[in-house]
């Protein structure tokens, strides 16, 4: 098993970018075949998977996100990064880094993004 830890932005001002790190531990990124992914649930809402960046460092995005969404990764950190931009109210949500598989099995504790201003 991998642990994940969500970075704690706070809180986040309409129109502003959030950036969130997970660090891995009990494993490296650059694993073969290992999917590191970002899911977030909103309140009263389902799980929503916005994105991952795999072993080799390839990204894919969920259409919902995919225009606003970047992925990237520190392989000396062993550490990935969401950035999304242009938030709204409507991204308030419990954002979750989650891997090693494309189906996650390990999943970060979560951390509760506000949007407000």
């Known amino acids: 098993q991998v642990q994940l830890q969500e970075s704690d932005p706070g809180l986040v001002k309409p129109s502003q970018a959030l950036s969130l790190t997970c660090t891995v531990s009990?494993?490296?990124?650059?694993?073969?075949?290992?999917?590191w992914s970002w899911i977030r649930q909103s309140p009263g809402k389902g799980l929503e998977w916005i994105g991952h960046?795999?072993?080799?460092?390839?990204?894919a995005y969920s259409p919902s996100f995919k225009s606003r969404t970047s992925i990237s990764r520190d392989t000396s950190k062993n550490q990935f990064t969401m950035q999304l931009d242009s938030v709204t109210p409507e991204d308030t949500a419990v954002y979750y880094c989650?891997?090693?598989?494309?189906?996650?099995?390990?999943w970060g504790q979560g951390t509760l993004v506000s949007v407000s201003s």
């Open positions: 989650a891997g090693p598989y494309v189906l996650p099995r390990d």
């Open positions: 960046i795999t072993y080799s460092g390839t990204t």
């Open positions: 009990g494993g490296s990124i650059t694993t073969n075949y290992y999917f």
